[in-house]
T-cell receptor
Framework: DARVTQTPRHKVTEMGQEVTMRCQPILGHNTVFWYRQTMMQGLELLAYFRNRAPLDDSGMPKDRFSAEMPDATLATLKIQPSEPRDSAVYFC?????????????FGEGSRLTVL | AQSVSQHNHHVILSEAASLELGCNYSYGGTVNLFWYVQYPGQHLQLLLKYFSGDPLVKGIKGFEAEFIKSKFSFNLRKPSVQWSDTAEYFCATRYNFNKFYFGSGTKLNVKP
């Protein structure tokens, strides 16, 4: 059963520390999305990639967040330095654009707590 | 920019009660509409979707949604909920086959 894999599932860190979250999309999927879920904002789109190229990262705080896809099997979201307001659940999702089925496949999320 | 509004943040129902969760979107052009569900401890998964055609869409587990263009709405319904429907439900839109925009989610708690 193919699924999107995210690590770590839980992370507690102190303010100012660097945090890296990783995502392995489903093999063959060519679009990858990063979302952040908070009580106040719901699911916010942070960034998305197609064929490993970043298409939109306008939802991401540029000064501290960065997202990359070093290869087709790995997407990373990095926060440096982290702040308490970054505490949230970060979801990665992947899918096909061309098939237009509409379905995104989500990982189980990385719950980040910044103290 | 597109936005999606879910007005019910937390809904509590007894088993066998009927369910309707509201969803409104802001984009006036062609949109694709979705409902996703997140069961406790699990990842988000697709419940149903609307692209075109019959505005009444049937999904898994007895859920359905109705697209009403004039109201910019895509409400989710189920005639009789079960305890196993306890989950968080997200409405989402997509345009230009690119970005997905999600609502803030509705937590449904079904009491046995």
């Amino acid at each position: 059963d193919a699924r999107v894999t995210q690590t770590p599932r839980h992370k507690v860190t102190e303010m100012g520390q660097e945090v890296t979250m990783r995502c392995q999309p489903i093999l063959g999927h060519n679009t990858v999305f990063w979302y952040r879920q908070t009580m106040m904002q719901g699911l916010e789109l942070l960034a998305y990639f197609r064929n490993r190229a970043p298409l939109d990262d306008s939802g991401m705080p540029k000064d501290r967040f960065s997202a990359e896809m070093p290869d087709a099997t790995l997407a990373t979201l990095k926060i440096q330095p982290s702040e308490p307001r970054d505490s949230a659940v970060y979801f990665c999702a992947s899918g096909f654009r061309e098939l237009r089925t509409g379905e995104l496949f989500f990982g189980e999320g990385s719950r980040l707590t910044v103290l | 920019a597109q936005s999606v509004s879910q007005h019910n943040h937390h809904v509590i129902l007894s088993e066998a009660a009927s369910l309707e969760l509201g969803c409104n979107y802001s984009y006036g052009g062609t949109v694709n509409l979705f409902w996703y569900v997140q069961y406790p401890g699990q990842h988000l998964q697709l419940l149903l979707k609307y692209f075109s055609g019959d505005p009444l869409v049937k999904g898994i587990k007895g859920f359905e949604a109705e697209f009403i263009k004039s109201k910019f709405s895509f409400n989710l319904r189920k005639p009789s909920v079960q305890w196993s429907d306890t989950a968080e439900y997200f409405c989402a839109t997509r345009y230009n086959f690119n970005k997905f925009y999600f609502g803030s989610g509705t937590k449904l708690n079904v009491k046995p």
